[in-house]
């Protein structure tokens, strides 16, 4: 079932909290008219396995790693332990 539509109604949390207890897989895809910009977030059962946006090239690890919500040290452990070609939900697995 796709899900589509504003999200004038809804919160962004709100969102990612449906798609978690659900345990949905699939890209959610955020556009902002206002920025002319666009988000995009693809889960696997529920869970983040990755984000971009267009406007920020940088890895949602990076961008924990930067807020002080990740060490650089815990992702490179976790990297050592699942391998180099882990794939993101791997590694938070291994957080």
């Known amino acids: 079932m796709a899900i589509e539509g504003p999200l004038r109604e809804l919160g962004i949390h709100d969102v990612f909290q449906l798609l978690d207890l659900s345990r949905k897989t699939g890209t959610l895809r955020v556009t902002s008219e206002l920025r002319d910009d666009e988000g995009v977030v693809h889960f696997a059962n529920g869970r983040v396995i990755h984000a971009s946006i ?42």
């Open 54 to 95: 267009r406007s920020l090239p940088t890895s949602l690890e990076q961008i924990l790693i930067t807020a002080g919500k990740l060490a650089e040290s815990d992702v490179a452990a976790a990297r050592a332990r699942c391998g180099p070609d882990a794939s993101a939900a791997q590694l938070a697995d291994a957080l």
